[in-house]
DNA sequence: AAACGTCTTTACATCGTTGGCACAACGTTG
DNA sequence: CAACGTTGTGCCAACGATGTAAAGACGTTT
């Protein structure tokens, strides 16, 4: 593989001129510009971009950290990230936690400043210990484990959750059960407690259920459990939409119909979701403009270096109301 | 951040003896060793990646590319690399190309040996050409396009949709339709070529839809002009799940039975295709073994520097019998 | 023609790390 | 006690790129 030494040789010239046409410096003689140019593409040069970076002071990597990229919403939210740090002339490395504390610690302890220019979390169990002094700037998303001095991006999931709910409500049902509690996740605690608020509102009474990871599987088994109740349940509200189409699926196993004899609710409005059936009611939070703020808010400290304190950025959501809550 | 230099400062040894601990090198007195083992801690040292891979020679990371990773299955193969790569140290960076040959060409040209230690390319559109000459060890998943001297994993297409459609035939299905032909994908070629063996060993006549994209909205698109046709299909085969989905979605909304009317089958049994309604018959891949492989052949190339012929590992597959194709 | 300012190019140091090698320290051996 | 092998350590160069600053080229002004 050719170097700008190589270049620097077959052009005739010495190496920084050839650093200098590569960089687009202004002021080398036509002549000279033409000669490297031709050495360039005769060598097919490509910049060792770890030379470049080590020199430079930053990697052109982020981190995006995620439980698990099988997980249909976290795919789709990988992509949109990808997509928005290319903008930046940033490649994204993706890592696996599998919703694992140690894990996440590990992940992000092992970043340094040296692999990555910046990172963006998802986390699921860390706690602010954990995610002390990560050495680069570091966004989170969705949770914000409260004390903890760093940006935050996310829908309002207390106010989402809410909605949700009162839109069941709105259906006249009252037996509405809720799938997805979970002891650490921050969001399912956030959800939780918007259910909960809605609930209150109402004068009903809460059902939970709990789930341990958030795949069709946990769904299906919640809603077996809240099934065999004395009281069934007339409405589910999922945290996300794994757990609802698990939960569609043992209700229309049971000869139940959705919505009319329980209605279904889910989170996050992956694609699968519009064309489920029943369609899945759910919360749609606005992913690529999650993405980009994400992306935005590591790209201002890490490469402009503005200095600002520690932002919480609120991105929308819509209610998806589907065919599963509409009878 | 502190460097090599900061510790050996500390523990009062070389820059040299304190590369020699963090390396496990053998010879070092236990009383040097512990005095730099309680620098390393002090300071929090942790190696630039950059400067060390530069001397190395090699990057720590290798390259995922795929057309979109918000497709459940690239998710999941994504997932299964990610985990296969970390048992050899390896991060894993991921590329989106949205199909798009231009992209997949710049993305594989980009790559240099800089960057990454390798690269394993999921290919839609790419044409051999475009990948004459890597630069590092390339391996290619599913497609292969046959006059190149690369590495490929992936399961047998062609068998593959001759097993499904076989099934259908099975079934006592005589109408059967396929969709996702498309001029460009390989692997859509191959399904294709493997429909019209099945069909053709039955004495049937090919009824043939393409796709644009593999989502629901185009599986969608595709069931309804099939359904539209005066000789309606009584069976659809499809190239993915997502396709298989929306078909299943738009046969439920004429207010067909699925499988009783027409029965349908996917491709690569995501996640969900267990648990919707119906749930979908479709040829499961083993992801794990794919995704292991894929990653084995690369580390051998670029780690091990073996040196041996292209080639061409055919992974396991089976056909997932499920209701949409059960009476 | 000397002095000056503007372009253009180059030599050199540097980023943080590791390989190669020389040398120092040490205990063994003849 | 000289020669030797084994350990342990440090110096230097190198990986490929870029920032710095100084030197060279050239035309313009006095």
Redesign the pocket.
Known sequence: ?A???DV?VLA??????V??V??G?????????RRVEDALNATG????L???N????RTGFIALVVPELSIPYFGELAGGIIAAAAEHDWSVLIEQTQGDRARERKVITDLGP?MVDGAIVSPQAVVPDDIATPGVPVVLLGEHPLPLPLDHVGIDNVTAARTAVHHLIDLGRTRIAVIGQHPTRGTATQRLAGYRQAIAEAGLTEIVAPALRYHHSDGALAMTELLDRPERPDAVFCFNDMLALGAVRVAHDRGLRVPDDIAIAGFDNTEHSAYSVPSLTTIAPDKAALARAAVDLVHRRAIDKEDFPPQDVSIPFALEVRESTTP
């Open positions: 593989m170097t700008l030494k620097a005739g010239v010495s190496v920084k001129t650093s200098n590569v960089n410096y202004e002021f080398v003689k036509p002549e000279n510009r040069y490509r910049p060792n770890g030379a470049r080590l020199r430079r002071g040296h």
